[in-house]
């Protein structure tokens, strides 16, 4: 029996959130490791996700449920708590699922895991939450605290979007971002079109809709992309449609000379070097194992004669490149990646706001790196995975007061996202269109120094 229920969903599921959880794994990352590694059937691949998604998305919610059935926590170990919380995360989220089958199971996962006491344990918690019911939501009576576990987010992150987008706006994002994220892939318009993926990947059985957020993306609701011809053949690639919108609104030219400041994994420099023709875009990454993976997707992309990987720290680009050497740059900061947490839903648990405002230092440097390095006339792009104030308006707003020849402009997009808004730069939230969240600026360099 240990032989097989170590290749189950359920105990996958509970080996990965314990790899997550202590050493730090992305979840997307290793999600789709283990469904390769483990070749999982589509059914058992999807129930992996949805435990793996959901534990962590709910992780606050789950645990305040957990707490009174446990009295010594501090003795708990990490694997057994994680056995515990996907069996209540089936019971409560997941209707289709017997509740026999999830105890079953739970309790052989702990009898193979550990020994007969585990067993026992486990046992005794699961049929005392049958008994006893979970205790209730209502029972918090503060309501930033209420909202908090409801939505399994950190208290200071619901304090922070309440002071910047106010209690309706930030109750709305946090209840949707524990959904399931969307697949979606960005069209290779190097060597195919919207319509010819379209009928490719319905072919392989696939489901796909158009994105209402960027002709450039398409929307695969069944089926799993990286195991398909399309991909595999650099047709499709893997990418949010909040994250195509930085270089859509770059207004790129064929004979555009661009600088991806902070190119990695390379998404970005391949949808802009499908837009080149004469031009190059230059891409840096301060990691040399990094800029080989932007290499190997430039390659896939079809893409490798446009694009130029260099490991280079974008604040010292001024060491390696002259002055006004680009028309276009495009600045993907590092940042928080608040804005991603239906895709990476553990970064809620890892950041803290000191954590934004030591990113909007990083972020202001580099910008002023790379401002000598673009023509008059040219365009800087600032983009970032966040929807944080510190990291996106304040940033610009800090470079700008010290670069009085850049003039913020305000972001266009293909389909006019959110074109009556007041402000300049066009901030996504995960509620907008259940895509990532995302803030672009776009900076035109008028005069020189």
């Known amino acids: 029996m240990a032989k097989k229920i170590n290749k189950t969903p359920r105990y996958l599921a509970v080996e990965l959130l314990e790899k997550v959880e202590k050493q730090g794994a992305y979840s997307n990352l290793a999600l789709n490791q283990t469904i390769k590694q483990n070749e999982l059937s589509k059914r058992d691949a999807h129930l992996l996700t949805n435990i793996v998604y959901g534990v962590i998305q709910h992780k606050l919610t789950l645990e305040y449920y957990l707490k009174p059935f446990i009295k010594r926590p501090n003795k708990l170990q990490s694997w057994v ?3 515990l919380l996907t ?3 089936q019971q409560i989220y997941l209707d289709n699922i017997p509740k026999r089958a999830i105890f079953n199971e739970t309790i052989e996962i702990a009898k193979v895991k550990g020994h007969a006491g585990v067993r026992k344990f486990v046992t005794g918690i699961l ?13 918090i009576t503060d309501p930033i605290e209420a ?9 200071w992150l619901v304090e922070q979007l309440q002071k910047e987008v106010g209690v309706a706006k930030t109750k709305s994002i946090l209840e949707t971002v ?21 009928e490719q990947l319905e072919a392989e059985k696939l489901e796909v809709t158009k994105s209402l957020v960027t002709p450039l993306a398409l929307q695969v609701n069944t089926g799993f992309i990286p195991a398909t011809e399309a991909f595999k053949a650099g047709q499709a690639i ?9 270089v859509e609104s770059m207004a790129l030219k064929a004979d555009d000379q661009v600088l991806d400041a902070c190119a990695a994994p390379g998404g970005k420099t391949t949808q802009i070097a499908a837009q080149l023709e004469t031009g190059q875009v230059t891409s840096l990454d301060i990691h040399k194992h990094k800029v ?8 896939r992309a079809h893409v490798k004669a446009q694009v130029r990987a260099l490991q ?60 000598p390095l673009l023509k008059v006339g040219g365009t800087l792009t600032y983009s970032t995975c966040t929807i944080l104030d510190s990291e996106n308006q304040q940033t610009i707003s800090a470079f700008l007061k010290a670069h009085p020849e850049f003039e913020q402009l305000k972001t266009k997009t293909a389909f006019e996202l959110k074109a009556d808004r007041k402000e300049l730069g066009l901030t996504i939230y995960p509620d907008d269109y259940l895509s990532d969240g995302f803030y672009i600026a776009t900076l035109v360099k008028r005069t020189e120094v």
């Open 81 to 83: 708590k994680q056995l």
């Open 292 to 299: 080989a993976l932007i290499e190997q997707n430039a390659l």
């Open 238 to 246: 893997v990418q949010d449609e909040s994250a195509m919108l930085a």
């Open 147 to 155: 909202l908090s576990i409801a939505t399994s987010t950190p208290r």
């Open 312 to 371: 280079l720290d974008a604040r010292k680009a001024s060491e390696e490149f002259a002055k006004a050497s680009f028309d276009k740059i495009l600045v993907d900061a590092p940042c928080s990646g608040i804005g991603l947490l239906r895709r990476k839903p553990e970064v809620k648990y890892e950041k803290k706001y000191q954590d934004s405002l030591d990113l909007h230092q990083i972020q202001v440097s580099i910008l002023d790196a790379v401002a």
């Open 127 to 139: 049929h005392a939450i049958d008994r006893q019911g979970l205790p209730s939501l209502d029972a």
């Open 87 to 89: 069996a209540l995360y």
């Open 178 to 198: 524990n959904q399931a994220p969307k697949q979606t892939i960005r069209v290779n318009t190097k060597v195919t079109t919207a319509k010819a993926l379209t």
